[in-house]
């Protein structure tokens, strides 16, 4: 027999570690509601050109890293799977007319992006991002709010200690004089560059900066800083980013060689780094301003800025520091019965209980009452709903499994009296599992 497994990158999500992930989307959605953006879905695929344009023909991300799906026949168009979720959502910006909506369009979303990557810790082909996006607002007020959302949702997903590292990387005013000088200076040590990026050096030097080559780490540390250049308007804009940051109390840490690898940023960019790793090109996420990509994509010109936190390696980063997977929701009651081919029943009345909102499960197979009370134990159930003789009076017994207590109860009762004593339970005196609220 062949044995299957998930493509090379691409890994399960199994139930124990989704329900962690549950709690981030719903920490996302939550903090994205309270500050006002409006949920979109995009698809999967695009257009290859949204990405070439949005995002650089010459980047890593279009050129090496793409998931082109091949053409067919009868389709003319080029896809390509989503490697980030801007382009899509300023395609769909344009394409729906929001420009007409009242601005800034505030968008955001949670979903799969898929780049074709080396493989490794923290780096998958399949990897999932919280997306927001502000179009329509040229800052610098929204950039500062931005920074503040993106820290706020690692500080509510408990994950401590996380910075984010800010610069400007100016517009189309100051950057022609900075890429002069970088592709100066990259010229000097020519004979030092790799292959790609000596290629690269003449079509798109800023992709340099963000080279994951060893030997580019050490040439990019000495390379002339866009920050050194910025023009007045870019100056003053970065300016008051800060201000608002500052008045803001958010800490953030200035980090001159910061540019991000995708083409269509201007101005404000950062990334969200935990404290102490850096240097491990492992950001947990990242963002920042695209006041050209609007108009790149065939709509008027428009700013905008967002950003996209990595979700596996938020999970990688709670589980590192030992914060505890989120625990899955257990069933109220399994309903439970000696009788082999008392399966209606059971299902009946489990059907019952679940239209009354509670969470249970009926057993529908045929092995022994002992087994069903462990599985449903097992399960940590909170009561088992036992069907005997007494069913023909319109009683049951409930079981109690974690008082290991049991008792009586009408049928007609059954839904009101469990409802109430799990939620006296829950909310008791003795309430031990501490979930946040
Ligand atoms: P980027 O637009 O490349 O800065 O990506 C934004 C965020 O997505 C990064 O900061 C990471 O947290 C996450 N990310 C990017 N690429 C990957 C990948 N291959 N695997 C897992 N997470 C990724």
Redesign the pocket.
């Known amino acids: 027999m062949p044995s299957f497994k998930a493509p090379r990158g691409t890994r399960d999500i199994l139930p124990a570690e989704r329900a962690t992930w549950g709690r981030l989307e719903r920490t996302a959605a939550d903090l994205a509601a309270r500050y006002g953006y409006r949920e979109i879905e995009t698809p999967l695929i695009e257009q290859t050109e949204v990405f070439e344009r949005g995002v650089g023909e010459v980047t890593d991300v279009v050129e090496k890293e793409l998931f082109r799906i091949a053409p067919r026949t009868e389709e003319a168009e080029s896809w390509s799977l989503r490697p980030?979720p801007t382009a899509g959502i300023v395609r769909a910006y344009v394409q729906h007319g929001m420009q007409t909506w009242p601005q800034p369009v505030k968008l955001t979303l949670v979903g799969p992006m898929f780049?074709y990557?080396r493989p490794q810790a923290?780096?998958?082909r399949q990897?999932w991002?919280f997306d927001v996006e502000v179009i329509g607002d040229p800052g610098p007020a929204v950039d500062a709010e931005l920074v503040e959302l993106g820290l706020r949702f690692y500080r509510d997903v408990g994950l401590e200690g996380v910075e984010v590292l800010l610069n400007s990387i100016g517009d189309a005013a100051c950057r022609p004089a900075f890429i002069g000088e970088l592709t100066d200076y990259f010229r000097v040590h020519v004979d030092r560059l790799p292959p790609l990026e000596r290629e690269r050096l003449e079509r798109n030097p800023l992709r340099l900066l963000d080279s994951r080559e060893p030997v580019m780490q050490e040439l990019n540390a000495l390379a002339p800083k866009i920050s050194n250049l910025l023009c007045e308007a870019c100056a003053a804009h970065f300016a008051e980013v800060r201000a608002h940051l500052d008045a803001l109390g958010v800490g953030y840490r200035r980090e001159p060689a910061l540019v991000?690898?995708?083409d269509y940023y201007t101005r404000t960019a950062f990334?969200f780094y935990r404290r102490g790793a850096e240097g491990q090109q492992q950001?947990?996420?990242?963002g920042g301003r695209y006041d050209g990509l609007v108009e790149l994509l065939g709509g008027k010109p428009t700013p905008g800025i967002g950003f996209?936190?990595?979700l596996?390696?938020v999970v990688l980063a709670l589980e590192s520091s030992g914060v505890a997977a989120e625990p899955e929701p257990h069933p109220v009651a399994v309903v439970v019965g000696a009788d082999p081919d008392g399966t209606v029943d059971r299902l009946r009345i489990a059907t019952r209980l679940r239209e009354a909102g509670l969470a249970a499960r009926a057993e529908l197979g045929r092995r022994k009452l002992g087994k069903q009370l462990e599985a449903a134990a097992k399960e940590h159930a909170h009561f088992a709903v036992i069907l005997g003789d007494e069913l023909g009076d319109g009683q049951v017994q409930v079981k109690d499994l974690e008082a290991g207590t049991q008792r009586l109860v009408a049928l007609a009762d059954l839904a009101r009296e469990l409802a109430r004593a799990h939620g006296a339970h829950r909310h008791g005196p003795d309430e031990t599992e501490g979930r946040p609220s």
Do not use: P
Request: net charge neutral.
């Open positions: 980030e780049r990557d923290g780096r998958y990897f991002q991000r690898g995708l990334e950001a947990l996420g990242g996209g936190i990595g596996d390696r």
